[in-house]
């Protein structure tokens, strides 16, 4: 549905991040600023179908009540998204699969939602008016509940064959690793993201993920040794994809990212000895994402007139 000319619509957009723990909304104004924010906690467990987009359609609810009409809605969600908007699979939303979230929001909000996957999002936003910016080979990877990620090859977005390209957190570093939601064993996400950090965290005697990162802020040597050994798991997964890929910048964004003086000095030590031929070659530039965890909802938000909507 395009808007007819003659309606200059209200300059301002919504987009909801759907994450593994929470739902973030922001409404943004026409120069991608985010003017409000709203957020639910992702429901988990028996029913989470229904629940997870009554989350959504209760952010989109509130946010147009407080701030009034606005003139797209963009929904990010994790896994595997077709270019029409069905979530195919998603192992950190309690296995939801084959969930047309694009037509049942369409329908419970009686207006157009456009769903895309939600690293593309945190990827469109970064290389919009993030630490991306400008840059035309880019990999963007987001290390939260998952990992997810996206690319910018030759200065365009990189899709896939289906849509698909870009789910780096289920790249297989371990065959007989551990299990991971998606079915299969040694996922990098299952060794690099915050659910990684927390079991290792929970081997190590520590209470999980925040407090073994306190620990090592405060110099505990068991600490320190548990955020390395992640660190260095972490480097490998980016050095992998330097090596397929060439970027010019990796940007890293995600919940994590918070902690980031924490664990990444020890990423961009590990990446150096995981590269091939770091010493021959002009080095990817590894950088913090600046949007925060905003990244995917202000992407979900762009996603409207990326649209044409
Ligand atoms: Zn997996």
């Known amino acids: 549905m395009t808007r007819p000319p003659d309606s200059p619509g209200v300059g301002r957009r919504l987009g909801v991040d759907v994450g593994g723990t929470k739902c973030l909304g922001v409404v943004a104004d026409d120069t991608d600023s985010v003017i409000a924010e709203f957020r639910r906690p992702t429901p988990r467990g028996l029913g989470s179908t229904a629940a997870v987009l009554n989350a959504v359609e209760d952010i989109v609810r509130e946010a147009i009540e407080t ?61 919009s008016i993030g630490s991306g910016h400008g840059i035309d080979d880019l990999v963007l990877v987001t290390l939260g509940t998952g990992i997810g990620g996206g690319l910018v090859l030759g200065g365009d977005v990189r899709r896939g064959a289906n ?32 659910s990684a950090l927390g079991l290792f965290a929970d081997e190590g005697g520590f209470a999980g993920g925040p407090e073994v990162l306190a620990a090592a802020r405060s110099g505990d040597t068991a600490a320190v040794e548990i955020v390395d050994r992640f660190s260095s798991w972490v ?33 961009e030590r590990h990446f150096m000895t995981a590269l091939y031929s770091a010493d021959r070659r ?12 905003r990244a995917g909802a202000i992407g979900a938000a762009m996603l409207g007139a990326a649209h044409g909507r």
């Open 235 to 267: 480097a490998v997964g980016l050095a992998g994809l330097a090596n397929a890929v060439d970027p010019e910048v990796i940007v890293i964004g995600g919940g994590l990212v918070r902690d980031a003086n924490v664990f990444f000095p020890g990423v």
């Open 163 to 194: 849509g698909f390209a870009g789910e780096f957190g289920h790249m297989m570093v371990d065959p007989d690793g551990l299990p991971c939601p998606c079915g299969r064993r040694g996922c990098w996400e299952r060794y690099a993201s915050g």
């Open 67 to 127: 701030v009034g009409p606005v003139d797209s809605v963009g929904v990010g969600v994790p896994g595997l998204v077709s270019r029409a908007g069905v979530l195919r699979a998603a192992p950190n939303l309690d296995g939801i699969a084959d969930l047309d979230v694009a037509g049942m929001l369409s329908d419970r909000l009686a207006r157009s939602v456009i769903v895309d996957n939600d690293a593309t999002c945190a990827l469109v936003a970064e290389w």
């Open 282 to 293: 002009s080095l990817p530039e590894l950088r913090l994402a600046t949007l925060g965890e």
